[in-house]
């Protein structure tokens, strides 16, 4: 049997609100051959399992579905809306974790699942968790005990994401409302390897400021950042992967909000370089089109960038 592998598209959750309809989180993803070719119109068996605390840890649900890919590739399913194996996917307390989703694929439509893969849920399973804890709120006005909101224009640029701190202190991140640059390599220093400092998937400024910290360093895509003074702030940093992540999933939101803003633009359809090393010669990109096909490029070459800051 040919090795196929997956590209992960998008995780969207929606709470629903129906009297007595379960809560679903909605997944897409692209369905390839390893020599690029998409599995196009064929009923495929996918098993799902959430994951709680690690990569590896206790499926708290687990459930299988036969969905039909289309024409691109592309498979669309609701994750709680399956045959259950395991749990119950209406119990899961989204604000008490860490959560991972874990898809398991047969390209034939059985039970032999020889495609896995493995990804963290990071802001999206608070929209699942309002009626137990604070969440997210998206909309035009603040909610949920919050004052800011997703998609709001504020700290110059639009607000991705919210949470709040064991003291009950509000804190969010905010992408810019342009690009810095369409055609920027991550560094001039693209052969040698930082480490650890470099290498976190969440933070975004420790990652940056390893970045230009390095000796010989004189141009990257976190200097652009760390030096840009957009929407009078002084404190832009490149996103980390994770950070990348979390603006896919309020994209729909922030897109909104940018076409309202006179000056703005788009993140477009293409690759954004996150601050996140990945080897001597790569680092973490984010592909603003199919979602988080996150993986790593060679450092040298050019792709854009967009800022972030947290307040």
Not at 255 to 262: D, E, F, G, N
Request: aromatic fraction near 10%; proline fraction near 2%; glycine fraction near 10%.
């Amino acid at each position: 049997m040919k090795k196929l592998y997956t590209i992960l598209v998008a995780l969207l959750m929606t709470a629903t609100t129906f009297a007595q309809a379960p809560e679903k989180m909605s997944y897409q993803a692209v369905v390839r051959v390893v020599s690029g070719a998409l599995v196009s119109e064929q009923v495929i068996g996918m098993k799902i399992s959430i994951l709680q605390t690690t990569a590896t840890g206790t499926a708290v649900y687990v459930e299988t579905q036969m969905p039909t890919t289309n024409v691109n590739g592309l498979v669309t399913l609701e994750i709680g809306s399956g045959t259950a194996v395991s749990g119950d996917f209406t119990t899961i307390d989204w604000a008490n974790d860490t959560y991972f989703i874990k898809t398991e694929i047969d390209p034939t439509g059985g039970t032999s699942y020889n495609i896995t893969g493995t990804s963290q849920l990071l802001s999206v399973p608070y929209a699942l968790h309002a009626k137990t804890a604070e969440s997210l709120v998206g909309g035009g006005s603040g909610g949920g005990g919050f004052t800011h909101y997703i998609g709001e224009e504020f700290g110059g640029g639009v607000v991705f994401h919210l949470w709040k701190d064991a003291s009950g202190v509000e804190h969010g991140l905010i992408v810019d409302k342009t690009d810095l640059s369409t055609s920027q390599v991550w560094s001039n220093i693209d052969a040698t390897l930082i480490g650890a400092s470099a290498q976190s998937s969440w933070d975004g400024l420790s990652n940056s400021n390893a970045i230009v910290g390095q000796a010989g360093h004189t141009s990257s895509a976190s200097a652009l950042c760390l030096n840009s003074t957009n929407g009078g702030q002084s404190d832009w940093y490149l996103p980390s992967v994770q950070e990348l992540n979390m603006l896919w999933n309020n994209y729909y939101t922030v897109a909104r909000s940018l076409t309202q803003i006179s000056g703005a633009t788009q993140l477009q359809p293409t690759f954004y370089w996150s601050s996140t090393e990945y080897g001597t010669s790569a680092a973490g990109y984010f592909f603003f089109d199919y979602g988080p096909a996150s993986s790593s490029l060679n450092k040298g070459t050019t792709y854009y960038v967009r800022a972030v800051r947290a307040f």
